[in-house]
């Protein structure tokens, strides 16, 4: 079940279709949100510069945070070298996701950029 | 309004911020770069990871890279990873909030600290005498 956020129009930013296709081809996920936080921090209305991405994917399975988190930047690296200014990640096996791993809820913006 | 260009005197060798990074992830168990300063930080993912530390007690070091640009980049490129804050433990690359948050919600965090002798002030006592 793939989730993608969708602002007032229904419709989902370009960036975070493209973050949902690559994250879907490279990954294989089983379950995929994809949230645009950029409205928690001081940018411009419709910015997609912050986002937070819950993967449970087969790919994660033996493998440590760091690594999880490093193959989904691998994944993301052209966005994140542009106009992606944060992403937050939670990874998880399936087996992982089945016993209720939570989605933590991300910290609020203090000001700066 | 006054803009700072580097000057580089004749004798001056421009600035090698890898080595500058190398330096200083080697200066203290605990390094981190962050936004702003931890009385005051700037990003609340950074601050996230201020919290925690302070949880733990932990004295590190902190830089704030919203005031160097060079190092702000210049962190990305160190450990191939792309967003601040950053979390150094002995010199090796930790993660970033997400991770520490991770660790500190497992116990793996005090782990980590204790292996490199650091005594978490969220250290169960049982634990103290393994």
Known sequence: ?113 | IETQQPRYLSSEAPRDVQKEIGDLVAKNKVVIFMKGVPEAPQCGFSNAVVQILRMHAVTYDAHNVLVDEELRQGIKDFSSWPTIPQVYIEGEFIGGCDILLQMHQTGELIEELQKVGIKSALMDPEDEKK
């Not at chain 1, 930013?13 to 949230?35: F, N, Y």
């Not at chain 1, 809820?105 to 700066?112: L, T, V």
Request: glycine residues 6%; proline residues 5%; aromatic residues 6%.
């Open chain 1, 1 to 113: 079940v793939n989730l993608l956020t969708r602002n007032m129009s229904g419709m989902a930013g370009p960036v975070a279709s493209i973050i949902e296709r690559k994250l879907t081809d490279m990954l294989k996920p089983s379950h995929l949100q994809i949230i645009n936080e950029s409205y928690m921090h001081s940018v411009p209305k419709n910015s997609e510069t912050h986002f937070k991405v819950v993967v449970v994917s087969e790919s994660f399975t033996d493998k440590k945070p760091l690594a999880r988190h490093r193959l989904v930047n691998d994944v993301l690296k052209e966005e994140l070298s542009s106009g992606v200014h944060a992403l937050s990640i939670n990874a998880f096996t399936p087996e992982q996701w089945d016993k209720g791993r939570q989605v933590d809820k991300s910290p609020n913006c203090m000001g700066g950029f």
